[in-house]
C-alpha cells in the first residue's frame, strides 16, 4: 500500500508582541484552510508558535513571562485550531511554551505536540537543547534567554506512529546536533519535524551570522541523509519586534535533497507529496545500521558533554 502523503510547512511571518492568541490562531486556520484546499494530511507549524518570540526579552515579573505559556492544550484559544484540523482530517506539529506546576514547582518548557487528524495528541516532545544565556547579555540588541525561562526537556527524543509511519519531533536549536537526530534514526524514524525561531544576528559574529541561511539547510539536509528520513523545517520569521528571523522553511526528502522550500518572510504554506518508504533503500544499504553501527567506538558520546583532553593511544596501534 503506497505511503505516500501531501504535507506542508506552515511558515509564519513576524507575530507582534501586542497580538493576541485569538488573533494568531486565525492566521493558523487561514493556513489549515488553504492545507485543506490542497489535500494536505499532516502541517508543521513554527516554533513557540502561539505567541511572539518573548525570550528576546529579560522580564522579571512572573505574572508577565507566565502570560505567554500555555497550560494543557488545547486551551480556549487553540481549540478552533484543533477542532477545524479534526473537521478537515489533518494532523499538525504546534510548538508552544508548556508551563504547570509540579509538587509545588513551576515547571517551564519548550514544547511540541503532535496531534493526529482524529484530534488526538499522540506525541509530546520538550526542547533538549536550549541555546543562549540565563542571564542578560550586555551590549546585545535582543536577548535570547531560553536557558532563563525553559527546562531543558526532559522527554528524550520519542518516536511514535503517526501519518501510517513513524515520527519524530525537534525543536529549533536541536536540528543542529546530530545525536538528536541518531537517536530517533535509532527507531527508525520516517519524519522528523521542527519548528523554529532564528534571529539572523544570533551568533553575534556576522562571518556566522550571514551563513544563517546555509547552516539551517546543511543541518537539516545532514540529519535526514544520515538517518534517512524526511524533515520539514518550518520558520517563524521576518522582522519581529524589530529582530530579524530566518525564513527558508523546507521540506527534504532521506536523500539530503530540498524538495520544497519558501519563498517569501511571511506566512506561507510550503507543500510537498512525500513518499515515507524513501528512506528504506538507504536503511537497507549505506545506513543499515544493524550491519555498519560499531557502538562500542561511540562511548565518548554519552560520557563526555563538552570537548576534553584526548583519548590515550590504543595498545596494538603500531605506533608504541
Ligand atoms: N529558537 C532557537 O533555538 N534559536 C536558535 C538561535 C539562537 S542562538 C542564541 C537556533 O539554533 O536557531
Known amino acids: 500500500m503506497s505511503r505516500k502523503r501531501v504535507v506542508a510547512a506552515a511558515q509564519m ?14 492566521r493558523l486556520l487561514a493556513l489549515l484552510a488553504e492545507a485543506k484546499g490542497k489535500g494536505v494530511e499532516f502541517i508543521t507549524f513554527p516554533e513557540l508558535a502561539l505567541t511572539t518570540f518573548f525570550p528576546r526579552w529579560m522580564m522579571e515579573d512572573e505574572a508577565e513571562l507566565d502570560s505567554f ?44 505536540i ?8 499522540v506525541g509530546k516532545y520538550r526542547k533538549v537543547h536550549l541555546p ?9 540588541a535582543f536577548q535570547h534567554l531560553e536557558k532563563r525561562y525553559f527546562e531543558p526537556g526532559d522527554l528524550g527524543f520519542p518516536v511514535f506512529e503517526a501519518l501510517g509511519g513513524r515520527v519524530g519531533m525537534l525543536i529549533c536549536n536541536d536540528r543542529r ?53 524526511w524533515v520539514i523545517g518550518t520558520a517563524k520569521c521576518g522582522r519581529e519586534e ?43 544499504t549505506f545506513f543499515d545500521f544493524a550491519r555498519h553501527r560499531e557502538p ?3 562511548r565518548l558520546l554519552t560520557e563526555r558533554k563538552g570537548a576534553g583532553d584526548m583519548l590515550p593511544p590504543v595498545r596494538g596501534a603500531g605506533i608504541d
Open 13 to 26: 511571518g513576524p507575530i507582534a508582541r501586542s497580538e493576541s492568541r485569538e488573533q494568531v490562531v486565525r
Open 69 to 112: 505559556y500555555e497550560g494543557k492544550l488545547p486551551g480556549p484559544a487553540a481549540a478552533p485550531l484543533f477542532e477545524a484540523a479534526k473537521a478537515a482530517g489533518i494532523g499538525f506539529y504546534l510548538g508552544y511554551a508548556e508551563r504547570f506546576v509540579e509538587a509545588g514547582r513551576v515547571r517551564r518548557f519548550n514544547a511540541a
Open 114 to 121: 503532535t496531534v493526529a487528524p482524529s484530534g488526538e495528541i
Open 132 to 140: 543562549g544565556h540565563a542571564e542578560p547579555q550586555p551590549d546585545r
Open 177 to 229: 546536533w546530530p545525536e538528536a537526530y541518531r537517536v530517533m534514526g535509532l527507531q527508525d524514524v520516517e519524519l522528523v519535524c521542527l519548528g523554529y525561531n532564528t534571529p539572523l544576528d544570533h551568533a553575534g559574529h556576522e562571518p556566522i551570522n550571514v551563513l544563517t541561511g546555509f547552516h539551517n539547510a546543511l543541518s537539516m539536509q545532514a540529519g535526514a541523509y544520515q538517518n534517512a528520513s
Open 242 to 284: 524589530g529582530s530579524l528571523m530566518l525564513a527558508d522553511s523546507m521540506i527534504i526528502a532521506p536523500s539530503g535533497e530540498i524538495v520544497a522550500k519558501a519563498t517569501t518572510m511571511e506566512d506561507e504554506l510550503v507543500t510537498a507529496t512525500i513518499d515515507l518508504d524513501m528512506g528504506r533503500p538507504y536503511k537497507e
Open 296 to 298: 562500542a567506538s561511540y
